[in-house]
């Protein structure tokens, strides 16, 4: 088994175990969701606001262990692998990070939602950039287009210039920490127009190798 699979075992298995020692001293109704401005504008029952996230995380990781062999370019995966299971890793992290801030909120621990989440999403965008540097042409992983899935030259291009935005928004959106009150749009305003512009761009790009 790879190690890789071996950590996110352990980070799943610690997750359901803390949902089974919190479910007694949580609310009947646990937060769920905050807005913009890191206030709750959403509940659920204490069993899914608990279980969800381990349970997607359980999901995913098995998602995550048939792209490899499933992928028709898998081995293009192959050459990238180290990369794409580091990637895997923080991605985990990342969702029992969001899981253990959850059950404190609702333990009755308060702080900034937005504020606390942007260092890891910063972090995230920023190993983003690093996986699409080194990504090579597969169904699953990377800036799927129909031009960059169709040429191996509009793929590199664009996950090159794809790999500088996504650093970019990963430090932009940690700059957001600095900006309470308009934290969340540090992180949305860079990934969605840094996405909007990689799809054009590939089209762009592949109109130009035609010609």
């Known amino acids: 088994m790879r190690k890789a699979n071996i950590v ?10 803390i949902a089974l020692w919190a479910y007694p001293n949580v609310p009947d109704k646990m937060a769920s969701h905050w807005n913009a401005k890191g206030q709750v504008d959403g509940y659920m029952s204490k069993f899914w606001g608990l279980f969800l996230m381990p349970i997607i995380s ?19 995966i192959k050459k990238f692998r180290k990369y794409f299971d580091w990637f895997i890793i923080l991605l985990f992290v990342f969702f029992f990070y969001i899981f ?68 970019i928004a990963g430090v932009v959106a940690i700059i957001g920490i600095f900006f309470p009150k308009y934290s969340i749009w540090f992180v949305l305003i860079p990934v969605l127009a840094f996405a909007f512009y990689l799809i054009v761009y590939s089209y762009f790009e592949y109109q130009k190798e035609k010609k």
């Open 100 to 167: 253990m801030l959850t059950i404190l909120w609702n333990l009755g621990v308060r702080y900034n939602m937005n504020i606390a989440m942007v260092p890891a999403l910063g972090l995230l965008f920023f190993y983003i950039g690093i996986l699409l540097q080194k990504a090579k042409r597969n169904w699953f992983i990377g800036i799927r287009t129909p031009w960059t899935l169709s040429s191996d030259q509009v793929w590199d291009k664009t996950h090159k210039l794809g790999a500088n935005l996504f650093k």
């Open 58 to 76: 359980f999901s995913l990781f098995l998602l995550f262990l048939v792209i490899p062999v499933i992928d028709p370019l898998k081995a293009n």
């Open 8 to 17: 996110i075992i352990i980070i799943i298995l610690v997750s359901f175990i």
